[in-house]
């Protein structure tokens, strides 16, 4: 992965990633097996997300489960690969779920920048709006904070 630009980060053991979450505030991913020593990919999942970690989690498996792929993709999995995994497919999914964690950031930082602007209203315009985000078709985030006389703001994160 580091020839197609990207930095990886290996940990020994699940335990290991928890005492050393990575930085979830710039794109990136979790590659993770199903079966690991000490705690399963699933519960590890479990625990990251109690943590409110936000890195998407690619789960790679050597086994065909049916009911851990529906269980880890409802909990929020981003996809769930079955070994042998070509090249081409493992950078295809490594690439989705950059791009969707680089959105989600990208809607997190407008949606803050729209609650400050939204702390800076007087008690009386904080009564008369309301503040709506929504994701376009071309995977912009769009937030408007809209006042009820039907003013509106606009702020677009590409």
């Known amino acids: 992965m ?16 928890l005492d050393r979450l ?14 690991l020593p000490e705690m399963s990919g699933p519960e590890l999942q479990q625990q990251l997300k109690a943590l409110n ?8 498996t050597g086994y065909k489960d049916i009911p851990t792929t529906v269980r880890t993709i409802k909990a929020g999995g981003e996809d769930f690969l079955t070994k042998p995994v070509t090249p081409e497919q493992l950078l295809g999914a490594i690439e989705q779920a950059v791009a969707r964690h680089a959105i989600m950031l990208n809607a997190r930082r407008g949606l803050q920048q729209m609650q400050a602007l939204l702390a800076t209203l007087t008690a009386r315009e904080g009564r008369y709006s309301s503040l709506s985000c929504a994701e376009d078709s071309t995977s912009r985030s769009r937030l408007n904070w809209e ?12």
């Open 2 to 17: 580091t020839r197609f630009g990207y930095e990886v980060l290996a940990y020994p053991s699940a335990q290991h990633l």
């Open 22 to 35: 990575p930085n979830d505030e710039v794109p990136g991913c979790i590659l993770l097996d199903v079966r």
């Open 53 to 60: 970690f936000a890195l998407p989690i690619i789960f790679l």
């Open 147 to 158: 006042r009820r006389s039907g003013q509106s703001r606009h702020i677009v994160i590409e």
